[in-house]
């Protein structure tokens, strides 16, 4: 039994079910207020500054800010984090699920109070979510704009690029929130990624000895160093009177000193 099965064990009756949906509802339910001009979504970003001061809420409510993008593609945005979520849900089972969540979340505040002033939104959290949908399914296919099919391997192969590009490029608190973000990725995948890892460094390694031997020639004038590769018109035979199979050019298979010693 694994830990997170002897978690599950000791913990399981704790977690949250349907734990998409009340991220979902309650990112709706924001998006409304917000909308409405109820509320002001500034008022539940995350910032360690204002929690220190009292407001509390702000742990929590983070994780109800809606996605940031066109009202025409919020509820495609919601059905595809609901699709995954529930995809992983039933992979995983509801707690291994709630914990994967839960582990990003703490990973991220924790990281956020290095930085109180920085404002922290839910955004790397469902990044996470979407990269280990990929890393389970890498071939589901996704349609860009509704036309272009790509599988999601790609896509999440991108978001890889860009991570680490802003791990490169970005602040501090840029960088800790990134990898706090995949802290569940880690978690959850580290030992398959690090067996792939370890099973693409011996397919490379493979493949290189056999373009070596490949590129080897194979003739070649034991006199002046000829091959078949550098000269391929050229004739070569081996000498039976000399040791260890040495090849000879057609000019001077006939002159040369024989090698009778290895």
């Not at 990973?107 to 290095?114: D, G, K, N, P």
């Not at 398959?192 to 370890?198: I, Q, T, V």
């Amino acid at each position: 039994m694994n830990l997170l099965d002897r978690l599950e064990k000791k913990l399981g009756a704790f977690c949250i079910p349907h734990l998409t949906e009340i991220l979902i509802f309650g990112q709706v339910v924001v998006w409304i207020a917000n909308s409405a001009g109820w509320m002001d979504t500034q008022n539940i970003v995350l910032i360690p500054e204002m929690v220190m001061n009292g407001e509390y809420r702000r742990l929590a409510t983070f994780l109800f800010i809606p996605p940031n993008v066109h009202p025409i593609f919020l509820v495609f945005a919601w059905m595809f984090f609901y699709f995954m979520g529930s995809a992983l849900e039933a992979q995983w089972g509801e707690f291994h699920y709630n914990l994967f969540i839960l582990v990003g979340y703490a990973a991220t505040v924790a990281v956020s109070f290095l930085n109180p002033q920085y404002a922290v939104t839910n955004t790397f959290i469902g990044t996470s979510v979407f990269l280990a949908f990929a890393l389970l399914y890498p071939d589901f296919m996704i349609y860009i704009f509704f036309i272009i099919p790509v599988r999601i391997k790609w896509v999440a192969a991108f978001t890889w690029v860009t991570y680490a590009f802003s791990l490169f490029t970005g602040n501090w608190a840029t960088r800790l929130t990134i990898l706090a973000s995949i802290s569940n990725i880690a978690l959850f995948f580290g030992a398959d990624l690090f067996r792939a890892a370890k099973a693409g460094g011996r397919k490379m390694a493979h493949q290189t000895q056999e373009i070596i031997k490949t590129a080897e020639p194979f003739h070649r004038c034991g006199v002046c160093g000829k091959t078949d590769q550098t000269d391929p018109a050229l004739d070569f035979r081996y000498c039976s009177r000399c040791v260890g199979s040495i090849g000879y050019c057609a000019e001077h298979i006939a002159r040369h000193e024989h090698k009778l010693n290895a």
